[in-house]
């Protein structure tokens, strides 16, 4: 089961930091996705993790959001700086062992996300 925290109203240029706890997963051995969809729009990626910490972005927040994980605690990070209007979504998280499936975002089933809104 997996749960994003850290949502919230921030104004544009703003930061926030999304948290995802994962429970009854292999955390340690999967790697680790943020996706987000924003309203009218289809759920697309944003960043990804690997089990060894490798990273990659989407173009669209790449250089100023930034994801992590903690082995220790199931839980893994997304750092967003510079926030635009743009960025405004439900914020989710999945993990699977398999590195394509946590880029493609293919996943059949999504736990609780975390709505971020940009506005001035």
């Known amino acids: 089961q997996l749960q994003a925290f850290g949502g919230g109203s921030v104004q544009p240029g703003g930061s926030l930091r999304l948290s995802c706890a994962a429970s009854?997963?292999?955390?340690?051995?999967?790697?680790s996705g943020w996706y987000r969809q924003a309203p009218g729009k289809q759920r697309e990626w944003v960043a990804a993790i690997t089990i060894g910490t490798n990273t990659r972005y989407a173009e669209s927040v790449k250089g100023r959001f930034t994801i992590s994980r903690d082995n220790a605690k199931n839980t893994v990070y997304l750092q967003m700086n510079r926030l635009k209007s743009e960025d405004t979504a439900v914020y989710y998280c999945n993990v699977d062992r398999s590195w394509a499936k946590v880029l493609s975002g293919d996943f059949g089933s999504w736990g609780q996300g975390t709505l971020v809104t940009v506005s001035s």
């Open positions: 009854g997963i292999i955390f340690k051995i999967s790697h």
